[in-house]
């Protein structure tokens, strides 16, 4: 299982037409969000093959490249993580240090949190995991608001 580009050891992964890293898919949505040009699904379809099996670490690139063209940076990282399985404790740390290398951010200024469906619905029955991700963006040289 890939969640915000580093490799869980769990016995499922996650279905998707990409790696389906539920984590960058996430976060690429909350970017191109912000910037009012639309969602994954747009600039990524799954009917396009190239986009079959991709690393969701280009997805990424490709809104962290938009948002820089359109003169604003990201000022912070939120990410809630919903699964019953596997349990994210130890990852955690790991994630979000990853998530910071990725975007350029500071660690301090990523957080990543799990919750489990506490063994209700489709997450906990452990048949899917889910992600919420915030972010705070601003033109670099009038700071964070």
Avoid: W
Wanted: hydrophobic fraction near 45%.
């Amino acid at each position: 299982m890939i969640l915000g580009g580093v490799r869980i050891d769990h016995d499922r992964g996650l279905d998707g037409h990409s790696d389906a890293d539920v984590v960058l898919h996430a976060l690429t949505d909350a970017i191109l969000g912000a910037l009012a040009q639309g969602d994954i699904g747009e600039l990524f379809p799954d009917t396009d093959a190239r986009n079959k099996d991709a690393d969701s670490t280009i997805f990424l690139k490709e809104a962290m490249k938009r948002l820089s063209e359109s003169g604003y940076a990201l000022g912070n990282i939120d990410v809630t993580l919903f699964a019953q399985e596997p349990k994210l404790g130890p990852a955690k740390a790991i994630i979000r240090d990853h998530l910071a290398r990725l975007v350029g951010l500071p660690v301090d200024a990523v957080n990543v949190k799990a919750k489990t469906g506490e063994k209700v619905g489709h997450i906990g029955r452990a048949e899917a995991v889910a992600c919420h991700v915030a972010i705070l963006i601003h033109k670099p040289d009038e700071g964070t608001a």
